[in-house]
């Protein structure tokens, strides 16, 4: 009987309370004075004496955090090689504390189950690369930031690629999502049969990262399985079950030949910028079929094109605007070489998931049917589980706003429900500009009565801000990667494990 009170007592504790689901991220708004006194806030913790070790870190971490909000000031005495100051931030003090905090505190683990490439691999180039380059920083550098063994960890990493399971699982090509939540249903399956962690959490430490716009599926077939696992996505859409407190946003980025940082030749300054508004792209999307219908080769000054003209280089247009439109929806315009052509094609092929057999030559043979038998033999992509097709939709997210922060334009977004990446820590609003979709037709006059004072406010915030879109391998400190992991870091804050 005590016994069996005592599996009640802990397996209740392990469920994670959702009205006690602590917003750690409004600590970063400018609200956090109305937020509930620290006396109420630690009524409505659990017991000290069912807090493990691991938990009391994360207390210890939170409560710094809360310290340097309420002086307004930085409480580390250590040495910093950068300090994050200024308007874009929306809580600079919180940010800094949160960030010293994380580099001290955060360990992941990443399971080794499952093979190559499905598991342990994704692109490196491309739309979609992040997905590979985060499960390669976390599986094969020396980050800091990876636990030595699992008892150490506090999040929990499930390394499948969505890219890949499109790319090697769909032959040929079928737009059912059912082979997509059986490779990553399966996968957390093996996991939590045969490991303690996923259930001494019921998944709220673990963690998945995705790029490509099915991403969200993967929890569609199982909600109740998935309920808590934090997933980070770029098609972070929050009318489709992305939920801010416990998801994080993925920045896209689009990659060449694995060449990481931003083009460094140095951007035009304002006073150069003779366009007012740029976009090239294709039409996917309904955002981007109303841009083009009002504005397609139409506007001098609002440059809107589906395809470049011959000759005109994309990147250097992009440092000639002021503003670059930036809708939702993959695909992409350039169109000024035949390098760039092909790319292109694969990008569209990425970006709908269609992958015919043959395409591509390398690749192809790497998961051969002797790999598939094996996954499905060790239990992976084979069984039942998973349901129905989600329907057809775009993705959110576009590489365009991290290509405009590297070209010194200010990004104006265009969308419905996207949540913007890393907004729990920047405030978007200093440097960049929302239009409603339904505005789009004034998409001129709204930038033109953009004064050139408050443009240049915007400005010198992309120029701060895009540090933190930069991708470095390995990762440096507050580059993207380490700003993904920051925003895990935060979902990780959110929950109390009594662990
Ligand atoms: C990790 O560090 C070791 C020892 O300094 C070095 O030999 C190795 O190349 C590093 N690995 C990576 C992936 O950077
Ligand atoms: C975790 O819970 C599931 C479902 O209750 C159970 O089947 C599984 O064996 C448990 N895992 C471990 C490692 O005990
Ligand atoms: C986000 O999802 C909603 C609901 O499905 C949809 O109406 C909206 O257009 C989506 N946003 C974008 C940019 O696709």
């Known amino acids: 009987m005590a016994s069996l009170l005592c599996l009640f007592f802990l397996s209740s504790l392990a469920l994670i309370d959702h009205r006690h689901r602590q917003a750690f991220q409004s600590l970063f708004g400018p609200t956090f004075k109305s937020l509930p006194s620290r006396r109420r806030y630690t009524s409505s913790m659990p017991n000290h004496e069912g807090i493990g070790s691991m938990e009391a870190s994360l207390e210890r971490a939170r409560a710094n955090i809360r310290r340097a909000v309420r002086i307004q000031g930085y409480i580390s005495q250590k040495e910093q090689s950068f300090i994050p100051r200024g308007e874009i931030y929306r809580n600079a003090y919180a940010f800094h504390q949160s960030y010293i905090e994380m580099e001290k505190r955060l360990k992941v683990w990443t399971y080794r189950e499952g093979e190559r490439p499905i598991y342990h691999d994704g692109p490196f180039s491309l739309m979609y690369s992040i997905e590979g380059h985060i499960i390669d920083e976390l599986e094969n550098s020396n980050s800091t930031f990876i636990a030595a063994r699992p008892d150490q960890a506090n999040v929990f990493f499930l390394p499948f690629s969505i890219t890949n399971i499109l790319r090697y699982v769909y032959r040929p090509f079928i737009a059912s999502m059912i082979p997509l939540q059986t490779c990553t249903t399966d996968y957390v399956k093996l996991i939590l049969n045969k490991h303690p962690y996923w259930n001494r959490s019921d998944g709220a430490d673990h963690f998945m990262v995705a790029c490509h716009d099915w991403g969200p599926y993967v929890s569609y077939g199982n909600p109740k399985l998935f309920k808590n696992f934090i997933r980070i996505l770029c098609n972070a859409n929050s009318s489709e079950g992305f939920h801010p407190d416990r998801d994080a946003t993925l920045p896209e980025l689009q990659i060449h030949d694995r060449r990481l940082s931003p083009p460094d030749e140095e951007e035009e300054p304002p006073p150069k910028r003779p366009i007012l508004a740029f976009f090239a792209g294709g039409e996917h999307g309904h955002i981007r079929t109303l841009l083009l219908r009002h504005w397609k080769d139409k506007d001098e000054e609002v440059q809107v094109h589906e395809y470049l003209p011959k000759g005109v280089n994309y990147h250097a247009t992009m440092r000639k605007a002021r503003f670059c439109l930036c809708p939702s929806g993959a695909g992409d315009g350039r169109d000024d070489d035949d390098e760039e052509k092909g790319t292109m094609r694969e990008m569209e092929e990425e970006a709908f998931g269609v992958v015919v057999v043959g395409w591509g030559g390398e690749g192809f043979g790497l998961v051969g049917e002797d790999i598939l038998r094996r996954m499905v033999d060790g239990g992976l ?14 993705e959110v997210a576009s590489p365009r706003i991290d290509e405009s922060l590297y070209a010194g334009c200010v990004p104006v977004i265009l969308s419905i429900n996207f949540v913007l990446p890393l907004s729990d820590v920047l405030d978007w609003s200093k440097f960049s500009v929302s239009i409603p979709v339904e505005r789009i037709p004034d998409i001129k006059t709204i930038l033109q009565s953009i ?21 470095n391998r390995p990762a440096k400190s507050y580059d993207v990667i380490h700003m993904v992991l920051h925003s895990l870091w935060l979902r990780r804050l959110n929950v109390r494990l009594p662990y």
Do not use: P
């Open 451 to 471: 004064t050139d004072e408050e443009y240049a406010r915007l400005r010198s915030g992309v120029m701060q801000a895009r540090k933190h879109f930069v991708l």
């Open 381 to 394: 992509c084979g069984g039942g589980g998973g349901s129905g097709d989600g329907g057809w939709r775009y």
